[in-house]
């Protein structure tokens, strides 16, 4: 670059300007430092056991058969809940993007409403359903279907029922903004190509709402390896997911270093499934 | 191979919005007919129905003498060309052109040989194995067109196909379009706003507006003779004058004959003057049929290829007179302000009836 | 309606594909049914007391003080924490929404991983961090600012500090969406007009980011009253929430009737909120 | 009160990209002038460096003899309305005219007034309590306009200010924006890519490429003069003929020192034909100072008020000949495929250097 006239005031004038917006920088990198910081520490904790920086937590994961229970049962539930959540979720998703723009609207608000509803109401509203004597059972019976009550509370399969009910609007909302941006004029002109309708939804409505699909499987499952309340509640001491165990290394055993590893545990595997999801759907885009 | 169309009847209400008002037409086979209209005229909603993505309320649509108006679109075997060319963002080039051969049960060798085939014609078969967001808007354009040829269909719809593309490009597609459809010898149904894309691509250009068709022609018979000052208004440019005005001020060596044939069923006659087709009149012609009006020139706007002149009439009224831009022509064209004598020839008048239009 | 050529055939194939598309109605009202049934349940069943239909849930809440005192308690959480989380994700959003976009994408990822992390981590990293002999303690009388440990864990202060760090991302999501679909030339044009960076932030930026800022807050606010984890974890039983009076009433009291009229009233605030935001919102756009 | 603007030595790289490559030019004061060229060429930048948004990397930029090159852009005072128009969607649209009033302190009284003169000039006082949602694209603009003059800048910048509007309404606008220009006499810097839009409004036009200005003329020397193949390409229709072919083949009766005049630096020189300007040679024409080339019509093309005859050379080259739609004219037409010979005055044709343009 050859100077020319101006061009030293005129890169004063720039330099100055960047200087000031660095300055904007400050607020980002403070909230991405608070936002992270925690996590940091947790991690340093947990390789610290009797003071000394040690794998001892981790290594303890890895030989108790109980922590390899739990990591399994925590993955399987997610497995089990983003599947039902996709079956359910797809079509609801897909129907209500087809509803007229007023009918659209308020199926997604009563979608809403439970979703910002606290955790802890929604995962009691269930356990009101599925207990012994709950609504379900009695109708089973009233109705011939079942002669004595069904376990369906304090069990694996209660609480991936309530784990379901939470997930659901999560999924639906995010597969709806995908579904409703795909153009309708490619349906149109599958049809004008000569395929069936059926044909047109697994050739170009299908692939085209992978990505949602993908991104809203992946989010539920992430958040999903995450649940407390509702194992708790729901699984009545049957169903132990890695944050139970969190817990009680704390509270019962105070052992803070192995609660932080298994967090650690936990926020790598999340960070690893936001990263593909990143990959894999970045790569579609 | 091509098909002709019948239309008969048509009608689409919307609520109280009348799209389609009992339309009739006939395409016939390897002809190109072009819809032209403004927004909200019908003309979308008839290529449409054509399709198959509008139903009709009431009418008949028969292909070859079949009525297909009940048909579902996919099987009514007819190609498209969509306005932002809707080609499979999922799908690359050859794959998107392949999908009729593929739902037509085509074996791959011969839908590979067809790809090939159909993507030549529009000269895009070096681009086969490229994904769609690859491609400029010409080349999807071009590979949207091979989409709705690859399957062979007799008749193809195109919806404002070049709205698109910038001007160069336009002008450059309109005469391939053009002359791939001479080639294939289809009939091709075209919907457009452009007016110098219909006159130019056109076998016939229907007129429509609220829902009818105003006139149904050739492009020089749409142009030359205009059945209405909505259809003098929307294609070229138009200066009107109203008849009685001519007529008083005018010295106006008209037949008499030519008159009373014009005239004779009009209620409230006006003149339609084109810019292009007025004359200075110099004196040296001194032919019969013709009319000459005195003015001054109000202003002079030099366009590069093209001079204008705004001329105010004796009777207040202004209209334009428009030059090609040769040196001998401006070096005696009239300058802002000086008085001014202009000449118009009987056939290059025509005379359609007053009406409100609006804005 | 005039009969025309074909318009009995045409009709009863409109018919019929009308059927065909009220068929896909079902899964929008199943899904939609599922997610409101367990609510409706919870209302009615808050309506009974000893078998018959009575307001008397409601007339204790409204007898008892203490249940006055958690009301109050949960709301003003609610608003100090949503207060900050503006404070705090305004300037980050703006700034994030200013980054070139790989830095955006990475500060946003950031942000993202401890949001979709189990909250009860995030507590618990939290636990760490403020209590007596934790590191903020720590640091702090080394540095000399106290001489004695504070206060932080087990109190409202812990308390709102855990649940503004876990709101924050949520926040910054939603607010950057609308800061960054603002128009940059709207910015210039104000520029161009005569005004200096502050008042032209003032006066165009702000406004344009205000339905951003107040789905945000509102989004945050509801979450926020249905917190029960952290404040039964950070709030060291100084903190009463409505959803850990929830949860009291079925574990320690079995009183599933007052548990229900609690979470029905968490649930009509959680309404009233989301509607007043569609009124505020929807009116502006 | 226009101001006069003096820019000289400006240059912007982004990376390896030079967007300004040592630009100058002065505007005069009151002057309409226009940037043209196609996208990339740098006409967007240099207007921006001008209103203070991009900051180039050297160079000097003077109003009325103050340098502003580093002044922040809420400084210049300078008016300016963008292609999408900026207007503030939380603000209705006396309170979006009102604006820049308030920022300078002007009183409410004296603002509604001004508000409202602003409003009045381009006719849109009835709108003032609207909301800019509930305008269209056209009410839109002149509200731009409004906004840009009401604070009576000395300057006005336009960055493509009617590229949104259909065509019917953006030719009004352009005399309408042109008339307003000369009643309140200010500096206008005009960026479009749309030759007849320039061609019309502007008192010069500078034609830009590759972040140069190729040429800066009044609009009739830009296209009766261009300065270059790629601006006589830009600017109206053109074929290109070879000069060695036009003096080989052709019956070129002209003068030597014209020959001498414009062949003479030029290394390779090529014939700038224009459709418009060339005629037939009917015999009639025995003129010297013209030139005269035989062919044969392929294709008449009939455009409503142009006809279009593509007239291949002998030497197989193909140029266009437009003429308009007389009826006079379109009798005596050459036909497809009938032999013709064609002259072009010596004041017709201009000679550039041959150049490989990019498509």
Chains 1, 3 share one sequence.
């Not at chain 1, 993007?97 to 606290?118: C, D, M, N, Q, Y």
């Not at chain 2, 075997?77 to 060319?85: A, K, L, P, R, T």
């Not at chain 2, 093209?306 to 202004?318: D, K, T, W």
Request: hydrophobic fraction near 50%; charge should be positive.
């Amino acid at each position: 670059m050859t100077a020319g006239v101006n061009s030293a005031i005129l890169a004063s004038v720039d330099a100055s300007e960047k200087r000031q917006s660095h300055l904007l920088l400050f607020p980002a990198i403070a909230v991405v430092s608070l936002a992270i910081a925690p996590f940091l520490w947790l991690g340093a904790l947990s390789f610290v056991a009797d003071g000394q920086i040690s794998l001892e937590h981790y290594a303890r994961m890895l030989a108790n058969p109980s922590y390899i229970t739990t990591f399994v049962t925590t993955l399987q539930m997610s497995a089990v809940v983003t599947a039902f959540v996709v079956l359910l979720g797809f079509p609801a998703a897909y129907a209500i993007s087809l509803l007229p723009h007023r009918l659209a609207t308020a199926a997604l608000t009563l979608v809403a409403i439970p979703f910002w509803t606290s955790l802890l109401v929604r995962t009691y509203a269930w356990m009101v359903l599925l207990q012994r004597n709950g609504l379900i059972n009695t109708w089973a019976i009233e109705l011939g279907l079942v002669e004595r009550p069904m376990r369906l509370a304090n069990s694996f399969l209660g609480t991936s029922i309530g784990m379901i009910h939470i997930m659901l609007p999560l999924f639906i909302f995010t597969l709806y903004g995908t579904v409703k941006a795909i153009d309708r004029t490619l349906l149109r002109a599958a049809a004008n190509l000569g395929a069936s309708p059926i044909r047109t939804f697994m050739t170009v409505f299908l692939p085209l709402s992978l990505p949602g699909v993908v991104t809203g499987a992946m989010l539920t499952f992430i958040i999903c390896l995450g649940f407390y309340v509702t194992p708790q509640l729901l699984g009545g001491g049957n169903v132990t997911t890695i944050p139970m165990r969190v817990q009680q290394n704390i509270l019962i055993y105070s052992d803070w270093g192995a609660a932080s590893a298994l967090g650690v545990v936990l926020i790598v595997i999340v960070a690893l499934v936001m990263l593909t999801l990143r990959a894999v759907v970045g790569k579609r885009g | 191979m091509p098909s002709s169309i019948e239309i008969s009847d048509l009608t689409k209400r919307y609520g109280q919005f009348v799209s389609l008002d009992n339309v009739s037409l006939s395409v016939s086979a390897g002809e190109f007919l072009t819809l032209l209209g403004p927004s909200g005229s019908g003309k979308t909603t008839l290529l449409m129905s054509i399709a198959g993505f509008t139903r009709p309320d009431a009418g008949s649509i028969r292909i070859d003498n079949k009525e297909i108006v009940a048909l579902p679109p996919h099987k009514r075997n007819i190609g498209m060309v969509f306005q932002n060319y809707a080609l499979f963002p999922h799908m690359t080039v050859a794959e998107n052109v392949g999908y009729p051969l593929k739902l037509r049960g085509v074996g791959k060798a011969e839908r590979d040989q067809r790809i090939t085939a159909a993507l030549a014609a529009v000269q895009m078969d070096r681009f086969a194995s490229r994904n769609v967001a690859q491609l400029s808007g010409g080349q999807r354009q071009r590979v949207a067109v091979a989409r709705a040829i690859v399957f062979e269909p007799n008749i193809i719809l195109m919806d404002e196909p070049l709205s698109a593309l910038d001007k160069k490009l336009r002008e450059e597609m309109q005469v391939e379009l053009k002359h791939l459809q001479v080639r294939l010898g289809r009939t091709v149904v075209y919907v457009t706003h452009d007016q110098k894309e219909a006159l130019t691509m056109s076998d016939r250009i229907a007129v429509m507006r609220a829902g009818k068709i105003e006139q149904i022609a050739t492009p020089k018979d749409i142009y030359e003779a205009p059945a209405s000052k909505f259809v003098a208004d929307f294609i070229g440019d138009s200066d009107f004058v109203p008849a009685s005005v001519v007529l008083s001020t005018g010295d106006h060596a008209l037949a008499r004959n030519f008159l009373q044939a014009k005239l004779g069923s009009l209620r409230d006659p006006i003149f339609v003057l084109r810019p292009e087709k007025i004359e200075i009149d110099t004196g040296a012609d001194v032919s019969h049929g013709a009319l000459r009006l005195s003015g001054t020139v109000q202003e002079v706007l030099y366009q590069g290829n093209a001079l204008v002149a705004y001329i105010a009439l004796e009777s207040g009224q202004v209209i334009r007179l428009q030059r090609g831009t040769r040196t001998s022509i401006m070096e005696s064209f009239p300058q802002a302000g000086s008085p001014v004598r202009i000449l118009v020839h009987e056939k290059d008048i025509c005379i359609v009836e007053q009406e409100e239009l609006a804005r």
